[in-house]
């Protein structure tokens, strides 16, 4: 799958295609990553890509010409047939929210065009004409779609085939449908006591048993205790959609007594 991005900022890339597991995904070019500056095709010696908003108001707003001719260029560079271009996604504080349903999708898919947007925003024109889907982290502001671009980037890379170590990892990460949508349960590892700041520690005694069936079900409870702590409109989804068993719900239950 291809992504282009289009950024003001590129090098703020380098360092991430460089670092972690997921390298292994843009090394290989299972996710193959090309960079564009929107300042390239911008008109004049300043190569100007920003204004001021029509109106008034605080800070510049970018131009909708290099954009527009920036993907142009990333169009022709495609070289994709009519009807099958891909999505163009801006970054933006309104997007839907960026979630694991949407980086499988993502994964599963050709790729798309990112944009990241900086300043006061993006001219609307551009977006109205352009853009197919705006994606948000949350309901906050950044400095720019380029941390927005990793997130995504990163979601979709550790899903390739071969990028993490164990290929079951990912199915076992929160909001997978391996776990029915649920939270992962805690994780534990060497020494078996850890002498920390409250005194000693003992990891969950049925982890070093060696039952396999008891450590999955320890676990599944863990999560669906940590689920209903944590986020109980997962619990409620999975519910709805009846992933949850007879057993699992029993124990739903004694957690309410306690």
């Known amino acids: 799958m291809r992504f282009d991005v289009i950024t003001l900022f590129p090098e703020l890339f380098e360092p991430f295609f460089r670092s972690g597991i997921n390298r ?8 193959d990553v090309r960079l564009w500056n929107p300042r390239d095709f911008a008109e004049g010696n300043y190569r100007r890509v920003d204004d001021r908003p029509f109106g008034g108001g605080p800070g510049m707003v970018m131009m909708a010409e290099p ?19 891909a999505p163009v996604v ?5 997007g839907q929210r960026l979630d ?17 947007g900086r300043y006061e925003g993006v001219d609307q024109r551009f977006i109205d004409a352009c853009v197919d889907r705006q994606i948000s982290l949350g309901d906050f502001v950044l400095s720019g779609g380029e941390i927005a671009a990793m997130a995504l980037l990163d ?6 085939p071969g990028v993490l170590g164990d290929e079951g990892s990912h ?5 997978n449908p391996a776990l029915d949508g649920l939270l992962d349960s805690p994780h534990h590892t060497r020494p078996e006591v850890w002498e920390g700041p409250q005194g000693p520690a003992a990891a969950p005694e049925v982890l070093m048993g060696g039952h396999h069936e008891r450590i999955a079900r320890y676990r599944r409870e863990q999560s669906l205790a940590l689920t209903a702590r944590q986020r109980p409109d997962l619990l409620a989804q999975a519910r709805e959609a009846g992933r949850l068993t007879p057993v699992d719900e029993v124990f739903l239950r004694s957690l309410k007594k306690l």
């Open 67 to 85: 954009l527009w001719r920036c993907l142009q260029a990333i169009r022709a560079d495609r070289a994709e047939p009519e009807g099958a271009r």
């Open 171 to 175: 199915q076992q990460d929160s909001f």
């Open 155 to 160: 979601s979709v890379a550790r899903l390739m």
């Open 100 to 116: 694991h349903a949407l980086a499988v999708g993502y994964s599963q898919s050709a790729g798309a065009v990112l944009v990241c």
């Open 24 to 31: 292994r995904a843009f090394e290989s070019k299972q996710v």
């Open 90 to 94: 801006l970054f933006s504080p309104i």
